[in-house]
Antibody
Framework: EVRLVASGGGLVQPGGSLRLSCVAS????????MEWVRQAPGKGLVWVSH????????NYADSVKGRFTISRDNAKDTLYLQMNSLRAEDTAIYYC???????WGQGTLVTVSS | DIVMTQTPLSSPVTLGQAASISCRSS???????????LSWLQQRPGQPPRLLIN???NRFSGVPDRFSGSGAVTDFTLEISRVEAEDVGIYYC?????????FGQGTRVEIE
């Protein structure tokens, strides 16, 4: 069974940091581009970041550039999102996904609040 | 950045009737490789999104044939030929031609 399991979300104060993880199973993770997509409560989908299959190329939404870092460990079948300098507007469910293979994690909720 | 504009934002439909959603991009979505990376996703309440269509009109595995996509360059359409109760949700277009990838605002499909 193809599966992505995201973790690492939680409550953090403005200016704080969190590291999200996403463990893949059931498919050849090392051959797939991966994304982080977020969704604020009651709002639409927002693409956050992309990484290519070997991790050599990354891209970010303007709203997170310089604050978030996407990475992957293909030996561990794991995708990461390091989030620094968090703001209230970063509050959202964060999904890891291979969008074009229709593989999505269940999402992990990040709440930025004092 | 490429802006994706969906219309309508809400679409009440009668069971068995057709629904149509438009997605327009602020720039051409034709990639330098000649392909057009415009996809459609469905998000049912409380669930992660689900891929329906890739590259304008290629239905993803397992997607019912009542879903179809069409269009070119900057104007794209998702059509549901005969809406069923399970089609209730929010539909998004996304362009992956140019970074940053961008979603449309979403169109809510609900049963009248």
């Amino acid at each position: 069974e193809v599966r992505l399991v995201a973790s690492g979300g939680g409550l953090v104060q403005p200016g704080g940091s969190l590291r999200l993880s996403c463990v893949a199973s059931g498919f050849s993770f090392r051959n797939h581009w991966m994304e982080w997509v977020r969704q604020a409560p009651g709002k639409g989908l927002v693409w956050v970041s992309h990484i290519n299959s070997d991790g050599s190329s990354t891209n970010y939404a303007d709203s997170v550039k310089g604050r978030f870092t996407i990475s992957r460990d293909n030996a561990k079948d794991t995708l990461y999102l390091q989030m620094n300098s968090l703001r209230a507007e970063d509050t959202a469910i964060y999904y890891c996904a291979d969008i074009f293979s229709d593989c999505w994690g269940q999402g992990t909720l990040v709440t930025v609040s004092s | 950045d490429i802006v994706m504009t969906q219309t309508p934002l809400s679409s009440p439909v009668t069971l068995g009737q057709a629904a149509s959603i438009s997605c327009r991009s602020s720039q051409s979505l034709v990639h330098s490789d000649g392909r057009t990376y415009l996809s459609w996703l469905q998000q049912r309440p409380g669930q992660p999104p689900r891929l329906l269509i890739n590259e304008i009109s290629n239905r993803f595995s397992g997607v019912p044939d009542r879903f179809s996509g069409s269009g070119a360059v900057t104007d794209f359409t998702l059509e549901i030929s005969r809406v069923e109760a399970e089609d209730v949700g929010i539909y998004y277009c996304i362009q992956a031609t140019q970074f940053p990838w961008t979603f449309g605002q979403g169109t809510r499909v609900e049963i009248e």
